[in-house]
């Protein structure tokens, strides 16, 4: 799922291309894509955007009259400009180009809100902070606000917006923290680790794809990239003390870590091995 450094970089470079361009049409190859009919997509039709921001992990485009399209790419939706690339769910035609969204894979999760106001838009709210505004007392507040696993604490909606299963791996990693620490049982040292590694692996990545992109518009937005250190790297070795990375696996998704600079070598029960292996799941990596 695209997060805040690849979204910040949508962002961006729709603003250098559809900003006071009028929308010319828009088709709509998926009805199930569209979640709202008030108001209709054809009103859109003849106003030029005037404002891109994000709200969570979803790209909102603003037209004249306080009107609002907001696109959610959940897992395997991306978007493209002038370029053929799958079958569009979604193609919108402004005066300078065309934007199309396609989603991989055949289930369709990804989403697209119209609303006539601000404050609709606002019901996509789930309440989380900007990470890169937080100060560190607020960012303590937060975390001591409710007692969750840091994995749950940095991808939960409702505390901070924009990170994901990604680069919440990279944070903690960073941290030197494990994935499952309480959040209620960090000592402020900790807390603060963490709110500095948060905002350094964030600004990074950003600056990173904003690189990548060189002003042209990002097609290669992935999960998975060579340069992480921990996610999807499983059984690879820890850029920081060579030790294999581990994972966590649940429903569809997996946590990443290093056992040895995050967990003092111990290794986190995995839902499925664990129960499997039950006495024989391995407790340290020396036992792997």
């Known amino acids: 799922m695209p997060e805040l450094p690849d979204l910040t970089v949508y962002c961006e470079a729709l603003e250098t291309r559809i900003l006071g361009q009028p929308l010319e049409s828009a088709a709509l190859a998926s009805p199930f894509l569209l979640r709202t009919v008030d108001p209709p997509l054809d009103s859109f ?37 002038n370029r053929r690339a799958g ?7 402004f005066a300078s180009g065309a934007l199309t969204l396609t989603e991989s894979g055949s289930e369709r999760r990804a989403s697209l809100h119209a609303f006539s106001s601000s404050a609709a838009l ?15 007392p607020e960012f303590e507040a937060l975390a001591r606000s409710e007692n969750h696993t840091l994995k749950r604490f940095l991808t939960g909606p409702e505390f901070l917006s924009g990170i994901g299963n990604a680069y919440s791996d990279e944070i903690l990693h960073r941290a030197r923290l494990s994935p499952l620490a309480l959040t209620r049982k960090l000592a402020a040292e900790e807390l603060a680790r963490l709110h500095a590694a948060m905002r350094a692996v964030l600004a990074e990545w950003t600056a990173r794809l904003r690189e990548e992109a060189r002003g042209g518009f990002p097609e ?69």
């Not at 079958?87 to 035609?93: D, E, I, R, S, V």
């Open 220 to 288: 290669k937005v992935t999960a998975f990239r060579p340069e992480m250190a921990v996610h999807g790297k499983f059984k690879q070795p820890c850029p920081g003390c060579g030790t294999k990375v581990q994972r966590i696996r649940y429903a569809a998704n997996e946590t990443n870590y290093c056992p040895l600079c995050q967990t003092g070598g111990r290794l986190l029960a995995d839902r499925a091995m664990s129960r499997l292996l039950k006495q024989d799941w391995p407790r340290t990596i020396g036992q792997a």
């Open 45 to 81: 039709i003849g106003l030029a955007p005037a404002a891109i921001r994000l709200l969570g992990k979803r790209i909102c485009i603003g037209f004249p009259g306080d009107s609002w399209l907001a696109i959610h790419l959940m897992i395997l939706g991306r978007l493209h400009w």
């Open 87 to 93: 079958k569009p769910l979604l193609t919108l035609m």
């Open 122 to 136: 606002q019901s996509l709210d789930a309440g989380g902070k900007d990470p890169l505004s937080l100060s560190l």
